[in-house]
């Protein structure tokens, strides 16, 4: 009897020292497992020799796939790049830096064969800074008092998905993923599993905090147009205070005089009407980027190389 494949997506970016160790991780606990196993490592435009460290696994493994992309596309490119290629009954998303412990695999695979459609790995901010985990919390709070799906705090990327769920997924085709909401968007039944943070052994984080800010944005505007009704209503606000202030000032006129007008009051309102304005104006600019963006229908990455030549699907629906 032929046993069922399961596909892990390692999306990889200047990991040349943890891949050989993400690989040996990896093989001893999905070996003992009644699962053929596929390794995918996405290579994002790394800088240093992931890519040869890769290939080197790949000739002396059948099971170790790899894509390689011309630049660096991002993780979501890279993880929509394994979601594309992979031909399992079952899909795992880990990344390669060894913080997505791969001692959960077997607790994710017994989920899965529970009937959950999503096995979804959950981790403490145990280790962080009293401040990241002030900012984090903070966010999801904001976030899903906005946004049109949940987002749980510490669930990212790290889950299974069963193949109807990788299938809905890639029915969607825009620009500007932000896969967190997305595989809350489509819903199925889901599982969560906890694990205990675990810091990266070797190499650098490749989140800034600018990175994380520009994150937080793509969440906040890619799940609801509420920005844009805050406009609305920010300037509605502001257009009643105007004119409130116009008849205060005009009943004013009526019963004192013409006085000379004074400069705090002049200079506070063009900053706080300027400032609004401009607010608003970059709320409104996001959404027209995404647009923009949209409407050019560029590919989400291009292949640099890859020893992946069957690209056809044996489980996609038609």
Same mark, same amino acid.
């Given at each position: 009897?032929?046993?069922?494949?399961?596909?892990?997506?390692?999306?990889?970016?200047?990991?040349?020292?943890?891949?050989?160790?993400?690989?040996? %991780?990896?093989?001893?606990?999905?070996?003992?497992?009644?699962?053929?196993?596929?390794?995918?490592?996405?290579?994002?435009?790394?800088?240093? @020799?992931?890519?040869?460290?890769?290939?080197?696994?790949?000739?002396? @493994?059948?099971?170790?796939?790899?894509?390689?992309?011309?630049?660096?596309?991002?993780?979501?490119? %890279?993880?929509?790049?394994?979601?594309?290629?992979?031909?399992?009954? %079952?899909?795992?998303?880990?990344?390669?830096?060894?913080?997505?412990?791969?001692?959960?695999?077997?607790?994710?695979?017994?989920?899965?064969?529970?009937?959950?459609?999503?096995?979804?790995?959950?981790?403490?901010?145990?280790?962080?800074?009293?401040?990241?985990?002030?900012?984090?919390?903070?966010?999801?709070?904001?976030?899903?008092?906005?946004?049109?799906?949940?987002?749980?705090?510490?669930?990212?990327?790290?889950?299974?998905?069963?193949?109807?769920?990788?299938?809905?997924?890639?029915?969607?085709?825009?620009?500007?993923?932000?896969?967190?909401?997305?595989?809350?968007?489509?819903?199925?039944?889901?599982?969560?599993?906890?694990?205990?943070?675990?810091?990266?052994?070797?190499?650098?984080?490749?989140?800034?905090?600018?990175?994380?800010?520009?994150?937080?944005?793509?969440?906040?505007?890619?799940?609801?147009?509420?920005?844009?009704?805050?406009?609305?209503?920010?300037?509605?606000?502001?257009?009643?205070?105007?004119?409130?202030?116009?008849?205060?000032?005009?009943?004013?006129?009526?019963?004192?005089?013409?006085?000379?007008?004074?400069?705090?009051?002049?200079?506070? %309102?063009?900053?706080?009407?300027?400032?609004?304005?401009?607010?608003?104006?970059?709320?409104?600019?996001?959404?027209?980027?995404?647009?923009?963006?949209?409407?050019?229908?560029?590919?989400?990455?291009?292949?640099?190389?890859?020893?992946? @030549?069957?690209?056809?699907?044996?489980?996609?629906?038609?």
């Amino acid at each position: 009897m032929n046993k069922s494949l399961i596909s892990l997506i390692l999306p990889s970016f200047n990991e040349e020292k943890n891949i050989p160790m993400i690989y040996e %991780a990896i093989h001893n606990q999905m070996e003992p497992l009644s699962y053929n196993y596929e390794l995918i490592f996405i290579d994002d435009g790394s800088q240093d @020799h992931t890519l040869e460290s890769i290939q080197m696994l790949a000739s002396a @493994h059948d099971q170790v796939k790899y894509i390689s992309f011309t630049r660096n596309f991002g993780k979501e490119a %890279a993880m929509l790049a394994g979601l594309e290629k992979s031909k399992g009954e %079952a899909v795992i998303i880990l990344d390669a830096d060894l913080q997505h412990p791969s001692s959960l695999l077997p607790a994710m695979v017994e989920g899965y064969e529970e009937g959950y459609d999503q096995v979804i790995a959950r981790r403490t901010r145990t280790g962080e800074s009293p401040l990241r985990k002030a900012l984090s919390s903070t966010f999801y709070k904001i976030i899903n008092q906005l946004v049109d799906v949940t987002l749980e705090n510490g669930i990212g990327d790290f889950r299974l998905l069963s193949r109807d769920v990788v299938n809905d997924i890639l029915k969607l085709s825009e620009g500007n993923r932000f896969s967190k909401g997305l595989f809350s968007w489509v819903g199925y039944e889901e599982k969560v599993i906890n694990y205990e943070n675990v810091s990266r052994q070797e190499g650098d984080s490749k989140w800034s905090f600018s990175k994380l800010l520009n994150y937080a944005i793509d969440g906040l505007v890619s799940f609801n147009t509420k920005p844009l009704r805050v406009c609305f209503y920010a300037g509605l606000l502001t257009l009643l205070l105007s004119l409130g202030y116009i008849s205060f000032i005009f009943i004013e006129i009526i019963r004192t005089g013409i006085a000379v007008p004074g400069y705090f009051s002049t200079i506070s %309102a063009i900053l706080f009407l300027g400032g609004v304005q401009l607010l608003s104006l970059g709320v409104v600019g996001e959404y027209i980027g995404r647009i923009y963006n949209e409407v050019k229908r560029r590919p989400h990455y291009l292949v640099k190389d890859t020893n992946i @030549h069957d690209t056809k699907d044996q489980f996609t629906q038609q």
